[in-house]
Every structure is written in C-alpha cells, then in structure tokens.
C-alpha cells in the first residue's frame, strides 16, 4: 500500500509536470517530482491499508448489497478525505520551501498546512465523491464477487492507483485554477493611492473659499 499511494502521487506529478505542458520529456518530468511530497502522500498507506483489512474482514458476513453499499457509502468518501488533505497538506507544507528553508518546527508551516488541506478538501471532496460514485460500486462489486478474501485489499489496492492518480491531478488542476484566480485579484489591485485632503482644504487653495474677517482661515 505505501508503494501504490507514492506511485499515485508520482504519476500525478508526472502528469502535470511543467502545468501539463505535452512537449516536456520524461527526463525533464522526472526532475520535477518532489520526492518529499511523494514520500509524505505514501504515509496515507498507515491508514488505509489497516482500514481496509478490517472492513474487508468484518464486512465478509454481510450481505452482498451492504458490503457494497459500506464500501460505496462509508470506507470510499474516508478514503477520498484522507487522501486530499493528505495531498493539501502537503502542498501547503512544501510549496515555495526548499529544503533549506523548511523548518517543520515553525508553526506557520502547519497553519498553512492546515489552511491548504481545507480549501483542497471544500473544493474537491463533493466532485470527487460523486465521480466515485459512478465507478466504485461496480469495482466492489466485482471484488466481493470474483476476487477470493485473501487478495481482496490487493485489487481494491490496484484500483486505488488509478482513482488516486486521478484525484492527484484533480488537486493539481485545484491548485492551478486557485493560482490563476489569486494572481487576476492581485492584479485588479493597483498601488496604494496617496492620501487625498479633504475637500474643504483643496478649495481654499484654490481660492473657491474667502478668508473671513481678521485673515483667519474658516
């Protein structure tokens, strides 16, 4: 399991290496991946892999249409939120931060962490969910039904690759389009305006005002 979620990581990150330009090689996609990002989504494997064995265990007495429904309706959506935030997280921990730079004992990393597996999580989790929807349930079915009990965590794992590969790349197209968004606002923002006077200041100097007796200003 820690093998396949890195490799789901990786092929995201190969796939939108250089924001998906087509005419990069794999050398040139390969020396972008960050291993560290690799590495740190590898670790969602600590709970799915556990996960997955007892439900697969204590789900084999059920009847088929609720071992289905509990793949389909509870394990999958856990599943897919451990794997954004994980993903968030880890973006908002590495990103801009070279590995001389980051110092994991500063809160802000993990206040950014925190902050960008919210935002990955409220924008992709509902899409992602019902995507799943239209594919999993057949995936469990033909699990329950075709695969013996020992190799079921094995197949469920192989589908895995796909599905998280493509939650990967749908974090990173997440990612993109907040960028895209954040740099246009920045943009529509010009420099800071120099303090006016107030209005009745700028008509004296013009002289639109007269002076009351004695000289004084009114």
Not at 3 to 22: D, K, P, S, Y
Not at 41 to 56: G, I, R
Not at 175 to 198: C, D, F, M
Request: net charge neutral; hydrophobic share 45%; charged share 15%.
């Amino acid at each position: 399991s820690f093998v396949i979620f890195g490799t789901c990581e990786l092929n995201g990150q190969l796939i939108t290496a250089g924001g998906g330009a087509a005419d990069l090689d794999l050398a040139e996609r390969w020396g972008r991946v960050d291993w560290r990002q690799v590495g740190t989504y590898a670790c969602v494997a600590f709970y799915n892999a556990p996960a997955m064995h007892l439900f697969y265990i204590k789900a084999a007495a059920w009847p088929l249409a609720l071992r289905i429904a509990g793949n389909s309706l509870l394990m999958d959506p856990c599943n897919i939120s451990m794997c954004i935030l994980m993903s968030g997280m880890c973006k908002g921990i590495f990103s801009n931060a070279s590995a001389e730079k980051l110092d994991l004992a500063d809160p802000e990393h993990w206040r950014r962490a925190a902050k960008s597996a919210a935002a990955a999580w409220q924008s992709n989790f509902l899409g992602s969910l019902q995507t799943s929807l239209s594919v999993w349930p057949a995936y469990h079915a033909a699990n329950w039904m075709l695969v013996p009990a020992p190799y079921r965590v094995l197949f469920f794992n192989f589908g895995s690759l796909a599905w998280n590969t493509y939650l990967s790349w749908s974090l990173w197209m997440f990612e993109k389009s907040h960028a895209a968004a954040t740099a246009a606002a920045s943009s529509l923002v010009g420099p800071p305006q120099k303090p006016q006077p107030p209005l009745l200041e700028v008509l004296r100097g013009e002289g639109a005002l007269g002076r009351p007796e004695g000289g004084q200003p009114q």
